[in-house]
C-alpha cells in the first residue's frame, strides 16, 4: 500500500506521515498560528492606536457653523514624531519653548496665560488637568441670530471636574461667559441661550456628518494639527459685509461703484474651503483645497506650470513657474474693467494702446504653453536695483524661459524692447528647441538654454507637490548664500535659518476644486 501525499508547504517536499506524538505537534501549531494572529491584532490595534486622530470637535458642533478651527495638540502618533523631530532643528524652540516628548502642551500653554496676568489663583494640577483634552476649536454659528455667535469648543475628559473648573475659570473672568458640557465637549458662549442651541443643533445634524464639511475637509488632505473650515454661506456673509462697506457715503468712488455687485454675485457662489496644517517627512505643509468661483477657475485652469520650471538648473535659488487657462486675461481684464466701472473692450483697447501689444493675443504668445521665471545661486542682492548697460548683462542672475513657438515669442519681445527704450537690455533673448530665454545677464541666459534638471531634485520634488498637472509652482532653495546674506550678521537669526532646506506652492485644479499645498522642509 502506498503512503499518502501530502500538500507542499514552503520546502517543496511532501510532509511525512502521522506518527505517534503528532497530535501534540498539531496543537503547538495551532497554538503558534493562533498566538501569531492574536499578536498581528495587537499590532493592528496599536498601529491603529498610534495613527488615529481620534474625535474631532466637528462633532460637537452642529452643520449650521459658517466658519471652523481647530487645533489638536494630541495628533496622531506619526504626527508627533515629526513635529517634535521637525521643531527641535531650531535653537529658538529649544530656548523659548523647550518642550519634549512626555511634556503637557496644554499646561505650559496655561502657565504662559497666567504669566501674563490671568487667573493666577487657580492651579493646573487641581483646577484644570483633571478635565482638559487635547482639542479646542473656534467657530462662528448660526444660531438664528442677526449675525452669526462665536462658540469655543473644548475636550474633556471629565464631565464633572469640568463644569467645576469652567465655573472657576469665568469667576476669573468676572462672571461671563456660559456652557454646556457633554458627550465629551464643552461648549463655550456668550449666553447660557446660545450654548444650549448650538448643543441642541449639533445632536440633531453635527457639523462633521455635512456634505459640505466632509467634502472640502477630505479634499484638503489627511488631518494635522490644525484645522480649518469655511461654510458656503461664508461667503454670502462676507458678500453682505460688502454691501454695508458699498453703502458709506464716499468709501468708494463712482467708477468703482459697481464693483461690490459683482464681487458679490461670486461670493454668494461660494462653495466652500477648506484647509490643515501638518507636519510630514521633516517638514510642515499647509494644504487648502476650495471653490475658486467663475473667474480663479479660469485663471488657474492651465495644468503644465511644472513643464518649464523642472528644466531650470538644478542649483536654481528661486523659481516660478506657471501654466494659464486659455482665457484668462481676458477673464482678469473682465474683473479689472468691472472694478474700474468701464467695459472689458474699453480697458483692453487702452492697454493695448499704452503698451503697443495687440491684446489679448501677445500676452498669450508671449507667455507660451508654460513659463518659468528663474533667479541664480550667485544673484547678488546688493544689485537689485541695478540696470545693466547696453550690450553688458552684468552677473545679474535673473532670467525667463517660455516654452512656445519661437518666432512668435520674439516678435512680442521686438515690442517690449522698443517700449523699454534704454532698457531694452532687459528684454534681451536666446532661443532653443522650443524655447525663448529672456534676461540681462547672457551667460545665465546660456544655462537656461539646457535642460538643468531642477524637476529631478531632492530638495524640488520634497516641497512641489502635482507638478505635473500644476498651474502655479513656487519655489525656493532656502540653503542659497545670497538668501541668507538678506538677513545680514544676525548670528541668532542664522542659526535658525540652517535647519531649513526648502519651500515650495504648488496648485492644480482637480474636479473643480483648486488645490494648493505649501510645504517648507529641512535638512
Known amino acids: 500500500m502506498t503512503s499518502s501525499e501530502y500538500l507542499d508547504i514552503g520546502s517543496g517536499g511532501p510532509l511525512p506521515p502521522a506518527q505517534a506524538?503528532?497530535?501534540?505537534r498539531t496543537a503547538l501549531l495551532a497554538a503558534g498560528i493562533v498566538g501569531g494572529v492574536a499578536l498581528l491584532g495587537a499590532g493592528a490595534w496599536a498601529a491603529w492606536t498610534f495613527f488615529a486622530t481620534g474625535p474631532q470637535p466637528a462633532e460637537a458642533l452642529p452643520d449650521s457653523t459658517i466658519a471652523y478651527a481647530s487645533i489638536d495638540l494630541d495628533p496622531s502618533g506619526g504626527q508627533k514624531i515629526e513635529a517634535l523631530r521637525t521643531l527641535k532643528k531650531f535653537p529658538a524652540f529649544e530656548d523659548e519653548i523647550g518642550l519634549d516628548t512626555d511634556d503637557d502642551v496644554r499646561q505650559w500653554i496655561f502657565e504662559k496665560v497666567q504669566e501674563s496676568g490671568g487667573c493666577a489663583e487657580l492651579d493646573y494640577a487641581d483646577d484644570i488637568e483633571p478635565w482638559l483634552g487635547d482639542r479646542f476649536a473656534v467657530a462662528a454659528v448660526d444660531a438664528g441670530h442677526e449675525s452669526p455667535d462665536p462658540v469655543f469648543v473644548v475636550q474633556v475628559g471629565d464631565e464633572d471636574a469640568a463644569e467645576e473648573g469652567l465655573g472657576k475659570l469665568s469667576d476669573c473672568a468676572d462672571g461671563e461667559g456660559a456652557w454646556v458640557v457633554a458627550d465629551g465637549w464643552a461648549l463655550v458662549g456668550e449666553t447660557q441661550e446660545i450654548v444650549d442651541q448650538v448643543s441642541d443643533d449639533a445632536a440633531d445634524a453635527p457639523l462633521s456628518e455635512d456634505d459640505d464639511f466632509t467634502r472640502w475637509t477630505d479634499a484638503a488632505g489627511d488631518s494635522g494639527i490644525v484645522s480649518m473650515y469655511a461654510a458656503p454661506e461664508a461667503g454670502a456673509l462676507i458678500a453682505e459685509e460688502l454691501g454695508y462697506?458699498?453703502?458709506?457715503?464716499?468709501?468708494?468712488?463712482?467708477?468703482?461703484?459697481?464693483?461690490?455687485?459683482?464681487?458679490?454675485?461670486?461670493?454668494?457662489?461660494?462653495?466652500?474651503?477648506?484647509?490643515?496644517?501638518?507636519?510630514?517627512?521633516?517638514?510642515?505643509?499647509?494644504?487648502?483645497?476650495?471653490?475658486?468661483?467663475?473667474y480663479g477657475d479660469a485663471i488657474t485652469s492651465g495644468d503644465r506650470a511644472g513643464e518649464t520650471i523642472g528644466t531650470l538648473p538644478a542649483d536654481t535659488a528661486v523659481a516660478i513657474g506657471l501654466s494659464f487657462g486659455e482665457d484668462w486675461f481676458t477673464d482678469l481684464v473682465e474683473q479689472l474693467a468691472t472694478a474700474e466701472g468701464s467695459t472689458a473692450a474699453e480697458l483692453m483697447e487702452q492697454l493695448s494702446e499704452e503698451t503697443g501689444l495687440d491684446l489679448p493675443d501677445d500676452v498669450r504668445t508671449l507667455l507660451g504653453d508654460s513659463m518659468a521665471l528663474a533667479v541664480g545661486p550667485d544673484f547678488d542682492s546688493d544689485g537689485l536695483f541695478w540696470a545693466p548697460e547696453e550690450g553688458d548683462g552684468g552677473s545679474f542672475q535673473v532670467g525667463a524661459k517660455v516654452s512656445g513657438d519661437a518666432d512668435e515669442i520674439d516678435g512680442v519681445l521686438d515690442k517690449l524692447r522698443d517700449l523699454a527704450g534704454p532698457d531694452a537690455e532687459l528684454f534681451a533673448s536666446d532661443d532653443g528647441e522650443g524655447v525663448v530665454v529672456v534676461g540681462p545677464d547672457a551667460d545665465y541666459r546660456e544655462q537656461l538654454l539646457e535642460d538643468g534638471g531642477l524637476g529631478d531634485d531632492d530638495s524640488y520634488r520634497d516641497v512641489v507637490e502635482e507638478a505635473d498637472d500644476a498651474s502655479a509652482i513656487v519655489y525656493v532653495d532656502l540653503d542659497a548664500t545670497w538668501l541668507s546674506n538678506l538677513f545680514g550678521d544676525d548670528q541668532e537669526l542664522q542659526d535658525n535659518l540652517d535647519p531649513l532646506d526648502a519651500a515650495g506652492l504648488s496648485t492644480w485644479v482637480d474636479e473643480g476644486a483648486v488645490h494648493g499645498v505649501l510645504k517648507i522642509t529641512t535638512d
Open 21 to 24: 506524538g503528532s497530535g501534540r
Open 245 to 294: 462697506l458699498a453703502d458709506l457715503d464716499g468709501f468708494l468712488s463712482e467708477d468703482m461703484a459697481g464693483a461690490p455687485d459683482e464681487m458679490t454675485e461670486a461670493l454668494e457662489d461660494f462653495e466652500g474651503a477648506a484647509a490643515t496644517v501638518r507636519f510630514d517627512d521633516g517638514g510642515v505643509e499647509l494644504e487648502v483645497a476650495g471653490d475658486a468661483g467663475e
